[in-house]
């Protein structure tokens, strides 16, 4: 089992800065990818970022240029600049143990994931 605990949220004025990290616990030597996912009030989860290892990343189109996922010795960060009101939303992290393609971008799925955190809030206001 593997748990994952996010934290960095926060509110923000837009234009601004925040800084994800996700800390994971247990069977961390499993862990094969991980991603960050966001979701806002009456929408379905859907796919930020991800690396797998290799050191392969992948981002979604709208955030591309302005976040940066990245493998820390705990887990995993998610450095997001340039925040716009559309990227309010609650952020999860999430981890693959068991490699399912050699495909990053098969990691914009969330069936690719095995263990999931509870999320942290990020709020950009105007």
């Known amino acids: 089992q593997v748990q994952l605990v996010e934290s960095g949220g926060g509110v923000v004025q837009a234009g601004g800065s925040l800084r994800l990290s996700c800390a994971a616990s247990?069977?961390?030597?499993?862990?094969?990818?991980m991603g960050w996912f966001r979701q806002a009030p009456g929408k379905e989860r859907e796919f930020v970022a991800a690396?797998?290892?290799?050191?392969s990343t992948h981002y979604d189109d709208s955030v591309k240029g302005r976040f940066t996922i990245s493998r820390d010795d705990a887990g995993s960060t998610l450095q997001m600049n340039d925040l716009k009101l559309e990227d309010t939303a609650l952020y999860y992290c999430a981890a693959q143990a068991r490699i399912r393609s050699y495909d990053v971008t098969a990691l914009r799925s969330r069936s690719q994931f095995d263990y999931w955190g509870q999320g942290t809030q990020v709020t950009v206001s105007s």
């Open positions: 247990g069977r961390t030597f499993s862990i094969v990818a």
């Open positions: 690396w797998r290892i290799g050191g």
